[in-house]
């Protein structure tokens, strides 16, 4: 594993968490754990994938920021939720925007459900339920649930997967996004590299239009 965000230094400075996105196969497809925050602390009854900040002990002398993740990943998925994972693929990174109160680069990554009985953390976890991504972003789209935006790219990303052991090989480097974020008269404007308020080109796209009731990703 590598680490890969450009070597910026206000980025650099950033403390790092790790995140584990853990997929089954399921009678109807494939499944998506999901877990909802309490109404208090990070991402406040937001539903998100089991995670949280690198710890000292998630640190080992001349590993890189990846691996110290990956660990930290592990480590809060069973403390979160019981679950002891084992092979962990680099799906991600993110950067959040400027301005917001506590930014956190995040790395994403996907697992293969370990089996096991899932024991969510009394004071982290509300509940728990494995979703179809399709089923997540129309629950969503309902008012059921609420998403952040790195959730929703992540489930959109996995929309169409035939199954856990797909998903699992047709990652190939992490993809870095930097979001940026820009209000609208009906919600929040979310992109990154790619869209022309990024710097590229006139009428390119790379876009999440978060207003509701349907949120919907645009990319030229």
């Known amino acids: 594993m590598s680490s890969a965000p450009d070597r910026?230094?206000?980025?650099?400075?950033?403390?790092v968490?790790?995140?584990a996105v853990i997929l089954r196969d399921a009678a109807e497809?494939?499944?998506?754990?999901?877990?909802?925050?309490?109404?208090?602390?990070?991402?406040?009854?937001a539903w998100v994938f089991p995670g949280g900040m690198i710890e000292p002990g998630d640190r080992i002398p001349g590993a890189d920021e990846?691996?110290?993740a990956c660990r930290a990943a592990v480590r809060e998925t069973a403390e979160e939720v019981g679950l002891e994972l084992e092979r962990l693929v680099p799906l991600s990174c993110w950067v959040p925007p400027a301005g917001i109160p506590k930014r956190v680069r995040t790395w994403f990554f996907l697992a293969a459900d370990?089996?096991?009985v899932i024991r969510p953390a009394v004071h982290e976890v509300v509940t728990t339920r494995w979703l179809a991504p399709e089923a997540a972003l129309a629950a969503r789209d309902a008012g059921e649930i609420?998403?952040?935006p790195p959730?929703?790219?992540t489930l959109d990303a996995l929309c169409g997967a035939t199954g856990v052991e797909e998903a699992l090989t047709r990652i190939q480097d992490p993809a870095v996004f930097r979001t940026r974020m820009q209000a609208t008269a009906a919600?929040?404007?979310?992109?990154?590299?790619?869209?022309?308020?990024?710097?590229a080109a006139t009428g390119a796209r790379e876009r999440l239009v978060a207003e509701d009731p349907v949120w919907r990703f645009e990319r030229l």
Do not use: C, K
């Open 66 to 68: 990846l691996e110290d």
């Open 29 to 45: 497809g494939m499944e998506v754990l999901m877990l909802r925050r309490p109404d208090r602390g990070s991402f406040p009854g």
């Open 8 to 15: 910026d230094a206000a980025v650099e400075d950033l403390p």
């Open 114 to 116: 370990p089996g096991g």
């Open 151 to 153: 959730t929703w790219r």
């Open 17 to 19: 968490a790790g995140t």
């Open 146 to 148: 609420a998403l952040m």
């Open 187 to 199: 919600g929040t404007l979310f992109f990154w590299d790619g869209d022309e308020l990024a710097g």
